[in-house]
């Protein structure tokens, strides 16, 4: 069964600290998808990346950061300087398999509340 | 891109009511999906559409749960005879019918409170 784990359920940082939130996946599918949302406290989730099953490279977007290893079914985030503005839940989700055609059945983590202090 | 609109953003309710949420997606998107989120949990997956079909509902929580979207274009969902444990946070996303991995822009839900 498919299923994503985030043990991190809360980390408190100062500002400018750099901070690593882990996710951990089970599939088995040969082909998914991996992806990291944001969400503020507003509420609505904010797409930060996609990562596919065959691309291991790693990224990196301004300050963010993520490292995706197949051989440890891991998908790590790491927010390098971190600010206020990062304070946010975080959930990594991973793609189910295709339900009529789509891949936006997503599996999510339960999420970890980041919250950066000045 | 006006993002993804849902009303209301709250709802209080008695044990017993019917209630219906609307989910506006942005307009070029085929794809519409409904999740729910219990409080300290990720989204759980509801049901999605295709413009107008509906083409997995099976994840629906009860048949007390029913979903629409009529021309393709907005969507409701309704829960029929409310239960306390149908209080949760209830999201809407769409996204492009691009294939593969798709980003899903969402909604910033409907909080329902069954009293």
């Known amino acids: 069964a498919q299923k994503v784990t985030q043990a991190q359920t809360e980390i408190s940082v100062v500002e400018k600290e750099d901070v690593t939130l882990d996710c951990v996946y089970e599939t088995r599918d040969t082909t998914y998808y991996l992806f990291w949302y944001k969400q503020p406290p507003s509420g609505e989730l904010v797409f930060l990346i996609r990562r596919n099953s065959f691309d291991e490279q790693n990224e990196i977007s301004g300050r963010y950061s993520w490292n995706f290893q197949k051989s440890t079914s891991s998908f790590n985030f790491t927010i390098t300087a971190s600010q206020v503005v990062d304070s946010a839940v975080y959930f990594c989700a991973l793609s189910e398999p295709n339900y009529g055609g789509s891949q936006g059945n997503l599996i999510f983590g339960k999420g970890t509340k980041l919250s950066v202090k000045p | 891109d006006t993002g993804v609109s849902q009303n209301p953003r709250h709802k209080i309710t008695k044990r017993g009511q019917n209630v219906t949420f609307r989910c506006d997606p942005i307009?070029?998107?085929?794809?519409l999906y409904w999740y729910r989120q219990t409080l300290g949990q990720g989204p759980e997956f509801l049901t999605y559409?295709?413009?107008?079909?509906?083409?997995?509902k099976s994840r629906l929580l009860s048949d007390r749960f029913s979903a629409e979207r009529p021309k393709g274009s907005f969507s409701t969902l309704e829960i029929q005879r409310t239960e306390q444990g149908d209080s949760a946070m209830y999201l809407c996303?769409?996204?492009?019918?691009?294939?593969?991995?798709?980003?899903?822009?969402f909604g910033s839900g409907t909080q329902l409170s069954v009293l």
């Open positions: 996303a769409s996204s492009p019918d691009r294939g593969g991995g798709e980003k899903l822009f």
């Open positions: 307009s070029e998107h085929n794809r």
């Open positions: 559409f295709q413009n107008e079909a509906q083409l997995e």
